[in-house]
């Protein structure tokens, strides 16, 4: 903005009054002592007045500065207080069954996924014929997996429970179509977490992530990521999806679900 035109915005809005007042002063003051039309008294009240309007000008930004400092704090707090469980932590996969219809690259893992495979049979279906590809976790039925699930959820005498999910869970699969677009692998231990990746590779990709609990019925706790807003939990849970695929055994037709 040009220097005139900041000049009247100031002073038709009351900004930096007091530097305008402190030039002024200093100009005349300046002027009256070099032509010498002021004894020497008078001019050195009107400097330390000029250095004290000076000091006073100095305030206001400290002020300002403190004023936004504690704001921001507040903010802070407020935001704090808003970032309650509830904000990240639900009991449903948002969006699941439109973004399962139409990803590219979709990998699931879990315990025995028997649920989540049940629910979104159809929709693996449409995206399988579409070309998808898919992979899946899930905790190995031939090893002692199953024994260290029920331990887990406080059920340490029916190891059978799991065991029967699983195998639900390959039923299911195994009546998918383009067979040649899914793989199985067994994991010799029980995931920590569940995970839902759709296009993980992709900007738009996105990671559910589910938490597991100590029982056997009800919802478990869950939370979303995407690779923009979340970008290193994304990438850390991205990861811990390819760990666990190298170290899980193949399923064979020997499971009940071929290559």
């Known amino acids: 903005m040009p220097p005139l035109r900041r000049l009247r915005s100031d002073l038709g ?26 004894k020497g008294e008078i001019l050195a009240a009107a400097t330390l007045a000029t250095l004290a309007l000076l000091a006073v000008s100095a305030l206001g930004p ?18 704090r207080d808003r970032l ?8 449903r996969k948002e969006g699941l069954e439109q973004r399962v219809a139409r990803t590219g690259d979709l990998r699931l893992a879990g315990v025995t996924l028997s649920r989540t495979i049940r629910a979104h049979v159809a929709d693996l279906h449409k995206a399988l014929e579409r070309g998808a590809s898919l992979k899946v ?12 699930a029920a331990r887990r959820s406080t ?8 065991t029967h999910r699983v195998k639900s869970t390959l039923y299911l699969l195994r009546d998918l179509p383009r067979r040649d677009r899914v793989e199985v692998r067994f994991l010799p231990f ?3 977490f569940g995970l839902v990746l759709l296009d993980p590779g992709d900007d738009d990709g996105i990671i559910h992530v589910e938490l597991g609990t100590h029982s056997t019925a009800g919802r478990d706790p869950v939370f979303t990521l995407t690779p923009r807003r979340d970008h290193f939990w994304y990438g850390h849970f991205m990861a811990e999806f390819d760990r666990m695929w190298e170290v899980a055994r193949p399923a064979t037709a020997a499971d009940g679900l071929g290559d």
Not at 18 to 25: A, L
Not at 63 to 70: G, K, N, Y
Not at 155 to 162: A, G, K, L, N
């Open 13 to 38: 809005s009351g900004k930096n009054l007091e530097i305008y007042v402190t030039t002024v002063i200093a100009l005349v003051v300046g002027v009256l002592g070099v032509v010498g039309v002021v």
């Open 62 to 79: 400290k002020h300002q500065v403190a004023d936004l400092e504690a704001r921001v704090a507040e903010l802070n707090a407020l935001v």
């Open 84 to 91: 309650a469980g509830e904000t990240f932590l639900t009991t």
């Open 137 to 148: 976790l899930v905790i190995d039925p031939a090893g002692t997996a199953p024994e260290e």
């Open 155 to 162: 059920i340490p005498e029916q190891t059978d429970v799991f």
């Open 190 to 192: 029980v995931p920590a």
